[in-house]
């Protein structure tokens, strides 16, 4: 079994930074792709970055430019740098992990929540 735990969330105002991290750990032997999704309140979770071992990222529309991701392969930790952040960022962001490819995704951890608020 594979354990999420993220942390780096908290409170910013609009235009600030913030960078989130996410480590795995249990029974891992690889893990193919790490990211990020996130939920706003009221909202479906939804695709915030993902980064596969092979180096290639995917972020949603919405963040392209502001937001970073990037991983550790040895140590099985992914970041996301947050950069002008903007209110509609607001939502509690989860870490998401996918050992090998057609396998389901690992268990979700308990999130981080980030504000954007003046």
């Known amino acids: 079994q594979v354990q999420l735990v993220e942390s780096g969330g908290g409170l910013v105002q609009p235009g600030g930074s913030l960078r989130l991290s996410c480590a795995a750990s249990g029974s891992i032997f690889s893990i193919y792709k790490m990211g990020w999704y996130r939920q706003a309140p009221g909202k479906e979770r939804e695709l915030v970055a993902t980064?596969?071992?092979?180096?290639?990222?995917n972020y949603a529309d919405s963040v392209k430019g502001r937001f970073t991701i990037s991983r550790d392969n040895a140590k099985n930790t992914v970041d996301l740098q947050m950069n002008s952040l903007k209110p509609e960022d607001t939502a509690v962001y989860y870490c998401?992990?996918?050992?090998?490819?057609?396998?389901?995704?690992?268990?979700w951890g308990q999130g981080t929540q980030v504000a954007v608020s003046s």
């Open positions: 980064l596969s071992t092979r180096g290639y990222a």
């Open positions: 998401y992990a996918q050992q090998a490819v057609g396998r389901a995704p690992v268990p």
